[in-house]
């Protein structure tokens, strides 16, 4: 096909393979910069972060929040009941708002100009993609942003556990459930399983969960688990499953029978069968799409964004570097390029668990013992009325005479919401003295990030 009526050796300015988050940003950006543009996803739009990821989990994330406050008002004189979710009943809910989303990805499509095309797309070389059917779109410019997938262990019994992708097919609570993996999803899903019903054991390799991350966060939150019901292994390596009857699952070495075993032990890059050896199109040892700073691979014209790389897996960081790419290829910003660094992120944990920047032991890989902590303890208010054990945690950590703030770290109450404009001050170089000039707002949470001492 010739888009062009013959004036043009392509049909498309660009071709993006996939319709998750950094695959429509990068086609929206394009199609505004006036490039005529196509789009293959043979799946539901919005990929990873609206069907199976962000979307859906903040949904049971905020069903699992409405339990948490029901218990809290019970003990506050409230006269209400222990919460029982009717799972199908929240579900229909969830997912009306997910098709909204997928309607409304249509019609800013169609009004775009955006063709789009329900169908795989394999590169035959850095110009040309083939759909499924055969069909060959030529292109000047070429987008893989297929995402990523949860990986399922190599090891005996596997296929008797579920992956996380599979918790939003639940239709109820299963009485108990092992969670195996520390990080992230693993984290997210026992908080949310916990409190919406579940007696839930979190099995991890590490010593702690969430490595990587602020080592007194992850203390506070481990505290904070046990004293909700979640029963931490650390340390634990699991190397098998093996029915215990009536359909239940019992890890390796432990006669403890669970209704389901999820993994959490990480994702791996949809880069299969996508003809990137073809295009001349190089992946790193797991798989990824190698990519340099401006999201270009190794065949010219061609470039890949989100989880099919090795970057930060978020959807906002998709999305960034999606919008940016795309500036620079068509918008004529020739210096545009994401900024890796310091991007803020939330472990959506109960409560959850904000971070931006570096932390204390980073910083002093970095700078030496010109490091400075600051630290607030506390139980939120509606906690401490209730007389629960659930504490707070919030840092700060400085660097030089200044202390000019270079890690900003949350757990507690509000987190998520607190830290999106403290993370736009700490990327334009706050110290502490303009934070403690900041009058508090009070009384909040918030306010113990303008009051450390």
Not at 148 to 165: C, H, K, Q
Not at 307 to 335: H, N
Not at 374 to 394: I, K
Not at 438 to 445: D, L, Q, R
Request: hydrophobic letters at 45%; glycine letters at 12%; one cysteine or more.
């Amino acid at each position: 096909m010739n888009a062009g009526g013959g004036k043009s050796a392509f049909d498309f300015d660009l071709v993006v393979i996939g319709g998750g988050s950094g695959g429509l940003a990068a086609a929206f950006r394009a199609a505004e910069h006036g490039a005529r543009v196509a789009l293959l996803e043979p799946g539901e739009l919005g990929g990873t972060c609206v069907n199976a990821g962000c979307v859906p989990k903040k949904a049971m994330w905020l069903a699992a929040h409405v339990a948490e406050r029901i218990e809290l008002a019970a003990q506050l004189g409230f006269g209400v009941d222990a919460p029982a979710l009717d799972w199908c009943e929240f579900v229909t809910h969830r997912q009306r708002y997910i098709a909204n989303i997928h309607a409304s990805y249509r019609r800013r499509l169609d009004a775009a100009g955006i063709v789009t095309i329900a169908s795989r797309g394999r590169l035959l070389d850095p110009r040309t993609v083939e759909c499924a059917d055969g069909v060959r779109l030529c292109a000047k410019h070429v987008l893989i942003a297929t995402g990523g997938r949860p990986r399922r262990p190599s090891i005996p019994g596997a296929e008797l556990g579920l992956v996380s992708d599979d918790f939003f097919h639940f239709t109820a609570a299963p009485a108990r459930v092992a969670i195996v993996g520390g990080g992230y999803i693993g984290v997210e899903l026992a908080g949310m399983l916990r409190a919406l019903g579940s007696e839930v054991e979190l099995l991890a390799r590490g010593p702690r969960l969430l490595q990587g991350f602020d080592a007194g966060l992850v203390e506070r939150l481990q505290d904070n688990y046990r004293q909700a019901g979640i029963a931490l292994h650390l340390g634990r390596d699991v190397r098998g499953l093996e029915r215990a009857g009536e359909g239940r699952v019992c890890v390796a070495g432990d006669g403890t029978a669970f209704d389901a075993v999820l993994f959490a032990t990480g994702r791996q890059p949809n880069t299969e069968d996508l003809g990137l050896e073809a295009a001349g199109v190089a992946t790193d040892g797991a798989g990824y799409v190698c990519v340099d700073q401006w999201q270009d691979t190794t065949a010219a014209g061609v470039h890949a964004v989100g989880d099919v790389t090795d970057r930060i897996a978020l959807t906002p960081v998709a999305i960034a570097a999606a919008r940016r790419l795309m500036d620079r290829v068509f918008g004529g910003v020739a210096e545009a390029r994401l900024d890796y660094d310091n991007v803020p992120t939330v472990v959506f944990a109960h409560p959850p668990l904000a971070t931006v920047g570096l932390t204390a032991a980073q910083a002093r890989e970095l700078h030496g013992d010109d490091v400075h902590e600051y630290h607030a303890d506390f139980r939120a208010m509606l906690h401490a009325l209730a007389d629960a054990p659930q504490r707070s945690l919030f840092k700060l950590v400085c660097v030089g005479a200044q202390r000019r703030v270079v890690g900003i770290h949350l757990l507690g109450e509000g987190a998520d919401e607190i830290l999106q404009g403290f993370a736009v001050a700490l990327k334009k170089g706050i110290t502490l003295d303009d934070l403690r000039d900041t009058v508090a707002i009070h009384p909040t949470s918030a306010e113990e990030v303008v009051l450390m001492r």
